[in-house]
């Protein structure tokens, strides 16, 4: 008895997130039938089954929020279903990929999701049948390579950050055992970074990823890098003498000039080079017999796309890299100012998109070049902006709801992650999001006029201020000027929000002294059921009666029939068609619960006559149930009938008239 009130219970949850949409409510039932915190294998099933099944999913990758899909047809997977989904916060479709943003706990989904798809992780990924255009390749690519990397990256540079704040604060001396032994564990990533790109970036295109890795030890061996051979030799000469491009000769191949490079550390080209070992391998696969290929088609394939690599497209991926970050810097250069506050401006918008990703490569590309970066670094204060939006709005609001949304959230934000309070808080809000881009643009000015700059690909939130400590010096004034931008931003996104948002359900539930010159709309509601009207409070369920769900009605159905009970549309209909949600068109969110435990019916004795999100009209036929079927079934059919968002409203009274006239009246 304790499992089925447990499952209903949970059910009846859901009944109200799908008509109330909040975006931090993880709860799912264990298998036991009891309440389980942290176990996503339901929500992993049901997430599964909407994208439009497994046989729909080509690919799947995770970054700090998001499950980020490659589907054969995107049109198969139920947007509405998942962005109403408890345990969701929302759909996005961006890069080509179809985004199902989680929150924090989003690795543990993705577990879950892959075992439930039967999805190999670091697999082969399906060639997308899907045309995209270049510039969604070019995101879902990126992103693919570098999110798997996403959090020992952060890591490996939070560790290099604490390293120097730790020797500018003089707690140990530059040369000791502890500092050589951080500076190892540091730099360990970034040093062998093409090591680790080889492997996400064979993944990626489809190569065997020890090839992919056998590529990226290559361009680290020592023996090849330039820094190396201008200390052991002199140059048989030197190209491109007086540009920006100038390259000593130390080797050649068959007399062609190797130009040498340091790659450790770098990213484009061992991306290139694994892309083309990608196509070699597959041609290769094509004309070697199978008894060959185990030893013959690796060998090939990584002779060729290393030569070629070495001799033709490591030299000329740096070159390209460089002139992409000398043309960045002289864009910068022309107005910093104006450079700053579009970064910083627009950076959330990138986030909602997922569109950031794509300039990620700018900004490491720019620290291994230049050995640190100045023109993305604006983005910065659009993190601490947008938390301090949020603590604003858990401040102001007198919503119960909405304060506990915020306070995950600010913490999260302050840390880095501000997906869940932008989706979450911000976007339904509408007026916060623009508040917090003001502010970020505001700071982001202020960040490029002051040349903040980040030495180190480092962590996220709080945790990126050490990157900001001149490794060469020592020097904190660059930290200094990224803290006092994101005490800034903090201030701005506060006192903004205070000033200029207004809670509207704290407007709209403030007491009104009804005078004759008050104007009060009354909006009434019919019954959607023919039979006899029973209290709420005598509903054996304490999730009804104690008003939890909001106010109403509940019935005893002498016809086994539900209608529309005003003009809306139907905004949740159950897989198992024993709740239904509308919407109506002046704002009021119904629920009608048949019967109590019928969820484990699993839609026995139901027939719906509408789809979620169908328009419906007032006395338009939404179901039938079999009422004698389900009463030997053992269920009662007692029937609550409750506005979710009751609390929006001046007040909601049952009126009660059975089978006629005003069932529920809404006072507005």
């Known amino acids: 008895m304790a499992k089925e009130r447990s499952e209903e219970c949970c059910h009846i949850m859901d009944s109200y997130i799908?008509?109330?949409?909040?975006?931090?409510?993880?709860?799912?039932?264990?298998?036991?039938?009891?309440?389980?915190?942290?176990?996503?294998?339901?929500?992993?099933?049901?997430?599964?089954?909407?994208?439009?099944?497994?046989?729909?999913?080509?690919?799947?990758?995770?970054?700090?929020?998001?499950?980020?899909?490659?589907?054969?047809?995107?049109s198969k997977a139920n947007d509405d279903v998942l962005k109403n989904m408890d345990g969701v916060v929302t759909v996005m479709k961006s890069g080509g990929q179809y985004q199902v943003v989680i929150g924090n706990h989003v690795s543990e989904v993705f577990e879950d999701v892959c075992d439930v798809a039967g999805i190999v992780k670091g697999e082969k990924a399906q060639e997308n049948l899907a045309k995209k255009s270049l510039f969604d390749s070019m995101v879902d690519t990126v992103s693919g390579i570098f999110q798997p990397i996403l959090p020992v990256l952060s890591a490996a540079g939070m560790i290099k950050g604490f390293n120097a704040l730790f020797l500018a604060f003089g707690w140990y001396v530059s040369g000791s055992g502890i500092d050589i032994l951080m500076t190892t564990i540091g730099d360990a990533m970034f040093l062998f970074l093409p090591i680790l790109l080889g492997y996400t970036s064979a993944n990626k295109f489809g190569l065997k990823p020890f090839v992919g890795l056998v590529i990226g030890a290559a361009l680290c061996y020592p023996m090849i890098q330039a820094s190396n051979l201008a200390?052991?030799?002199?140059?048989?000469?030197?190209?491109?003498?007086?540009?920006?491009?100038?390259?000593?000769?130390?080797?050649?191949?068959?007399?062609?000039?190797?130009?040498?490079?340091?790659?450790?550390?770098?990213?484009?080209?061992?991306?290139?080079?694994?892309?083309?070992?990608?196509?070699?391998?597959?041609v290769f696969n094509n004309i070697i017999t199978d008894t060959l290929k185990f030893f013959f088609v690796p060998m090939f394939t990584m002779l060729i796309s290393l030569i070629l690599g070495f001799v033709i497209i490591g030299p000329v991926a740096t070159f390209g890299s460089t002139l992409i970050a000398s043309s960045i810097m002289a864009v910068r250069d022309f107005s910093p100012i104006v450079a700053g506050a579009l970064v910083g401006g627009l950076w959330q918008v990138l986030v909602i998109f997922g569109l950031h990703w794509g300039f990620i490569p700018v900004y490491i590309n720019n620290i291994v070049t230049l050995g640190f970066d100045n023109v993305m670094m604006p983005f910065f204060g659009a993190t601490f902006a947008t938390t301090a939006v949020v603590?604003?709005?858990?401040?102001?609001?007198?919503?119960?709801?909405?304060?506990?949304?915020?306070?995950?959230?600010?913490?999260?934000?302050?840390?880095?992650?501000?997906?869940?309070?932008?989706?979450?808080?911000?976007?339904?809000?509408?007026?916060?999001?623009?508040?917090?881009?003001?502010?970020?643009?505001?700071?982001?000015?202020?960040?490029?006029?002051?040349?903040?700059?980040?030495?180190?690909?480092?962590?996220?939130?709080?945790?990126?201020?050490?990157?900001?400590i001149d490794p060469a010096t020592n020097d904190l004034n660059n930290m200094y000027v990224g803290i006092i931008g994101a005490v800034a931003a903090m201030i701005l996104g506060f006192v903004l929000t205070i000033l200029f948002w207004k809670d509207e359900k704290n407007e709209e539930s403030k007491t009104v002294e009804v005078t004759k010159d008050t104007l009060i709309t009354k909006v009434e509601i019919t019954s959607p059921i023919k039979g006899k009207i029973v209290p709420l409070s005598e509903v054996k369920d304490a999730a009804f009666s104690q008003g939890v769900l909001g106010k109403g009605l509940a019935i005893e159905p002498s016809v086994g029939e539900v209608y529309a009970p005003a003009n809306g549309v139907v905004t949740?209909?159950?897989?198992?068609?024993?709740?239904?949600?509308?919407?109506?068109?002046?704002?009021?969110?119904?629920?009608?619960?048949?019967?109590?435990?019928?969820?484990?019916?699993?839609?026995?004795?139901?027939?719906?006559?509408?789809?979620?999100?169908?328009?419906?009209?007032?006395?338009?036929?939404?179901?039938?149930?079999?009422?004698?079927?389900i009463r030997k079934?053992?269920?009662?059919?007692?029937?609550?009938?409750?506005?979710?968002?009751?609390?929006?409203?001046?007040?909601?009274?049952?009126?009660?008239?059975?089978?006629?006239?005003?069932?529920?009246?809404?006072?507005?």
């Open 391 to 468: 603590v604003a709005m858990m401040v102001k609001t007198k919503d119960k709801k909405l304060r506990e949304m915020c306070i995950p959230a600010s913490i999260s934000g302050f840390f880095g992650v501000t997906e869940p309070a932008i989706y979450g808080i911000l976007l339904p809000k509408k007026k916060p999001f623009l508040i917090s881009c003001v502010a970020s643009a505001i700071v982001g000015a202020y960040f490029g006029f002051a040349n903040l700059r980040e030495f180190i690909m480092g962590g996220l939130g709080v945790f990126e201020f050490p990157a900001m």
């Open 572 to 629: 949740t209909l159950f897989p198992t068609y024993h709740a239904i949600g509308i919407t109506t068109d002046d704002g009021a969110e119904i629920l009608i619960h048949v019967g109590m435990d019928t969820v484990k019916l699993d839609g026995k004795y139901f027939k719906p006559f509408v789809k979620q999100n169908e328009k419906v009209e007032k006395g338009q036929k939404l179901l039938e149930f079999d009422i004698e079927g």
């Open 231 to 282: 200390a052991s030799s002199e140059p048989l000469y030197v190209m491109f003498q007086g540009t920006i491009f100038e390259s000593p000769v130390y080797l050649d191949f068959f007399g062609l000039p190797i130009i040498s490079m340091d790659y450790t550390g770098s990213v484009i080209p061992v991306i290139l080079i694994c892309y083309l070992a990608s196509k070699v391998e597959k």
């Open 633 to 668: 079934e053992g269920y009662s059919l007692v029937t609550p009938v409750v506005v979710t968002n009751t609390t929006e409203f001046l007040d909601v009274v049952p009126s009660g008239l059975e089978d006629e006239g005003a069932f529920i009246t809404i006072v507005r």
């Open 18 to 74: 799908k008509l109330a949409k909040p975006s931090f409510f993880i709860l799912t039932v264990s298998k036991n039938g009891g309440y389980k915190m942290g176990k996503y294998e339901q929500l992993a099933k049901k997430i599964v089954k909407n994208v439009g099944g497994k046989d729909n999913i080509l690919s799947l990758v995770h970054c700090v929020t998001r499950l980020r899909f490659q589907l054969k047809d995107e």
